[in-house]
């Protein structure tokens, strides 16, 4: 583990009994994050992305069950944490930013109150140090007038702004690590970029490790150091955000970058790039390439069997039976079509 | 700046349509005028796609709502087909006009099957037999990327993007001449977003479908529309073909959109935003243009004058930079 590694997920599943079986929600993932560093996780819905976070935070649902090599947050493990050892964890050391922040404040308590909770429950400090440092967030995070603010109610700030109340709220503690799960969807894209800049530079500030959850491949490549793609509950490309976005070798993250528009790539009212079928049911065995039945370059070999992610470089992999030169010959196709 | 004159009537034509709701703030406050679309001037004609972009609060929603005959306007006039909306019965405006709303939680009703769902408007208009509404509801329910099995499933048991998917098929099955797409895509897959575009597009050319495509991914607006309406807070703003106001924005707020969209270029860093706060209050506008407490740009008469909508190189704007006399 290096020095400044603050999390480290190691061959990591999640499976869900659901009426028709078992669902395999996230099957051997393995990831790390280092202080300071953003792992962007990106993928459609249900490639169990969102599942990976719940899973780190320990809040997957009762049907779940979690198995993992090993699962550590700075050193200490977390698999063998009690609920409670856990609950004292989220909030304090590991943050959390969801999309919708309507759903995830309190609508009934003042603002400020529920900014000083986070600080009270942890034991940081007594009230007058939470109010302190709520006011000392607040204004970081580029709220003006925070006393007011604060003895205002969730509803009367508008999306933007509770956004941004969030992020001062996952702040409250310090975080070494703080996992946003698509963080600006509901925004503006005025307010997109402006929230995504506030988040880096604090998080650079704060020195925490970054997790962002996201389908937007635009923001992904403009914050991520590395990238993570997923695809049926598995990491299938990773790499640096521009080794994966100049270079994908996946046909799926090929396909993806191809299928959105770009203002001065794709030609106005061309046909964009798509992805035929759809993600196939996680439901029972798995055998073979998740990927196969909606892959334009499929072979026989797709079919059945265990397909590794293969290594390239150090971080660099792909989850394909394609040589290296065939993903580049494939990629020119991808690209021309 | 007119849109090319043909010799057919615009499919969707807006007069000088205005929206003000009367909203009151507190139990014993006076109701206050909330101007949500304010003089607004468009003309969509048959098999184009017309976008309006802009912050949440600028009003597209309740144009959309107008434009559906959901809303009655307060000032002027919608046409479809030159024929005023408000003459018509809501049944013949549900012929010509369909919607694909925002916010898939809230459009579909959680206590009907997708079948009925989608089926919905053939029942409603009285069209085919429970198997030919069926198999109907199957194909559409194969366009737009949900599978078979969902049928008999609620929307509960659906993903936000499937959802998303059933409002489109509902939409699309009357086959409707112009659909008023609200945002139909930003709650989709990215490679669900590009079906359901192709899909737009393909339909479009075959059935001569005219969009009033409301959204706030510039990118996809590119992409799509043959002209872009830019609105802030109720006013129109700048007008004009995509193709010019993409190259070359004039209204400072237009630039700044633009300039907030994230390409996937990972060479690039996240773009810097000079633009102030929030939308402003709308219940007490700014003086002047609506605009100048956060424009780069602002000059004294900005904040005394309103600028007028006025004709500049091949588009409209509505900005004190152009109007210089």
């Keep these: 583990m290096a020095a400044d590694t603050?999390?480290?997920?190691?061959?990591?599943?999640?499976?869900?009994?659901v009426p028709a079986g078992t669902l395999h929600a996230v099957t051997d993932l393995s990831?790390?994050?280092?202080?300071?560093?953003?792992?962007?996780?990106?993928?459609?819905?249900?490639?169990?992305?969102?599942?990976?976070s719940l899973a780190i935070m320990n809040l997957l649902p009762r049907k779940a069950t979690l198995t993992a090599n090993k699962l550590s947050l700075e050193g200490h493990d977390l698999l063998s944490l009690s609920e409670k050892e856990f609950a004292k964890l989220r909030g304090d050391q590991i943050?959390?930013?969801?999309?919708?922040?309507?759903?995830?404040?309190?609508?009934?308590?003042?603002?400020?109150?529920?900014?000083?909770?986070?600080?009270?429950?942890?034991?940081?400090?007594?009230?007058?140090?939470?109010?302190?440092?709520?006011?000392?967030?607040?204004?970081?995070?580029?709220?003006?007038?925070?006393?007011?603010?604060?003895?205002?109610?969730?509803?009367?700030?508008?999306?933007?702004?509770?956004?941004r109340m969030m992020?001062?709220?996952?702040?409250?503690?310090?975080?070494?690590?703080?996992?946003?799960?698509?963080?600006?969807?509901?925004?503006?894209?005025?307010?997109?970029?402006?929230?995504?800049?506030?988040?880096?530079?604090?998080?650079?500030?704060?020195?925490?490790?970054?997790?962002?959850?996201?389908?937007?491949?635009?923001?992904?490549?403009?914050?991520?150091?590395?990238?993570?793609?997923?695809y049926a509950g598995r990491a299938v490309e990773t790499g640096t955000a521009i080794e994966v976005f100049d270079q994908p070798n996946h046909p799926y993250t090929q396909g993806l970058i191809n299928c959105i528009p770009v203002p001065g790539r794709t030609k106005p009212g061309s046909k964009l790039g798509s992805i035929r079928g759809i993600v196939p049911a996680l439901v029972g065995d798995i055998d073979g390439c998740m990927f196969r039945n909606r892959c334009d370059f499929v072979s026989d070999k797709c079919?059945?069997?265990?397909?590794?992610?293969?290594e390239i470089s150090l971080g660099r992999a792909y989850r394909c039976l394609l040589s290296l030169e065939e993903s580049r010959k494939n990629l020119e196709i991808v690209g021309a079509a | 700046?007119?849109?090319?004159?043909?010799?057919?009537?615009?499919?969707?034509?807006?007069?000088?349509?205005?929206?003000?709701?009367?909203?009151?703030?507190?139990?014993?406050?006076?109701?206050?005028?909330?101007?949500?679309?304010?003089?607004?001037?468009?003309?969509?004609?048959?098999?184009?796609?017309?976008?309006?972009?802009?912050?949440?609060?600028?009003?597209?929603?309740?144009?959309?709502?107008?434009?559906?005959?959901l809303l009655p306007p307060t000032t002027g006039e919608i046409l479809l087909d030159g024929i005023p909306i408000n003459s018509v019965s809501v049944l013949d405006i549900a012929k010509k006009v369909q919607p694909v709303f925002q916010d898939p939680y809230s459009s579909l009703n959680p206590r009907k099957t997708i079948e009925a769902i989608i089926s919905l408007p053939l029942k409603v208009h009285d069209i085919g037999t429970p198997e030919s509404r069926r198999a109907r509801v199957e194909e559409y329910m194969r366009l737009v990327g949900l599978p078979k099995r969902l049928i008999h499933?609620?929307?509960?048991?659906?993903?936000?993007?499937?959802?998303?998917?059933?409002?489109?098929?509902?939409?699309?099955?009357?086959?409707?001449?112009?659909?008023?797409?609200?945002?139909?895509?930003?709650?989709?897959?990215?490679?669900?977003?590009?079906?359901?575009?192709?899909?737009l597009q393909d339909l479009r050319k075959e059935l001569n479908l005219t969009y009033a495509f409301i959204s706030h991914d510039l990118a996809v607006v590119e992409h799509l529309a043959d002209w872009v309406a830019v609105m802030y807070l109720?006013?129109?703003?700048?007008?004009?073909?995509?193709?010019?106001?993409?190259?070359?924005?004039?209204?400072?707020?237009?630039?700044?959109?633009?300039?907030?969209?994230?390409?996937?270029?990972?060479?690039?860093?996240?773009?810097?935003?000079?633009?102030?706060?929030?939308?402003?209050?709308?219940?007490?506008?700014?003086?002047?243009?609506?605009?100048?407490?956060?424009?780069?740009?602002?000059?004294?008469?900005?904040?005394?004058?309103?600028?007028?909508?006025?004709?500049?190189?091949?588009?409209?704007?509505?900005c004190h930079l152009y109007s210089e006399t």
């Design chain 1, 6 to 17: 603050v999390l480290e997920v190691e061959n990591l599943s999640v499976d869900i009994d």
């Design chain 1, 31 to 52: 990831l790390t994050v280092a202080k300071g560093e953003t792992l962007c996780i990106v993928g459609e819905s249900g490639c169990g992305k969102s599942i990976t």
């Design chain 1, 95 to 163: 943050g959390m930013i969801f999309q919708d922040p309507m759903t995830s404040l309190n609508p009934v308590f003042r603002i400020g109150d529920q900014l000083e909770e986070v600080y009270l429950e942890h034991g940081k400090g007594n009230r007058k140090q939470a109010r302190e440092r709520a006011e000392y967030l607040l204004e970081k995070v580029g709220i003006v007038a925070p006393v007011e603010r604060m003895s205002q109610y969730p509803h009367q700030l508008s999306g933007g702004l509770r956004q």
């Design chain 1, 167 to 230: 992020i001062a709220m996952t702040l409250m503690c310090d975080p070494t690590l703080i996992i946003a799960d698509e963080p600006t969807t509901a925004l503006d894209v005025t307010m997109q970029a402006q929230t995504l800049n506030l988040l880096k530079s604090l998080q650079k500030e704060f020195n925490a490790g970054l997790i962002l959850i996201t389908h937007d491949l635009g923001v992904v490549a403009r914050m991520a150091d590395r990238v993570m793609v997923m």
């Design chain 1, 303 to 310: 079919q059945s069997g265990d397909i590794a992610l293969k």
């Design chain 2, 1 to 69: 700046m007119d849109q090319p004159m043909s010799d057919t009537v615009p499919a969707l034509e807006c007069r000088n349509v205005g929206r003000t709701f009367m909203i009151k703030r507190g139990l014993f406050a006076e109701k206050q005028p909330l101007k949500a679309v304010d003089g607004i001037n468009l003309k969509v004609n048959r098999g184009e796609v017309m976008a309006i972009v802009g912050e949440s609060g600028c009003g597209k929603t309740t144009l959309a709502k107008m434009m559906l005959g």
């Design chain 2, 153 to 199: 499933s609620y929307p509960s048991q659906l993903s936000g993007g499937q959802r998303q998917r059933v409002a489109i098929a509902r939409a699309l099955i009357m086959e409707p001449k112009i659909v008023v797409c609200d945002e139909p895509t930003s709650a989709l897959d990215v490679s669900v977003q590009a079906h359901i575009l192709n899909l």
């Design chain 2, 234 to 318: 109720g006013r129109l703003i700048e007008f004009g073909r995509a193709a010019d106001i993409f190259r070359d924005p004039q209204h400072p707020y237009t630039r700044a959109l633009l300039d907030s969209v994230l390409t996937p270029d990972a060479s690039l860093g996240l773009p810097e935003i000079t633009l102030g706060r929030g939308l402003p209050n709308p219940l007490s506008p700014p003086s002047g243009c609506y605009f100048h407490p956060r424009c780069p740009d602002m000059r004294d008469e900005c904040s005394q004058r309103k600028p007028q909508l006025i004709e500049t190189d091949n588009r409209l704007v509505e």
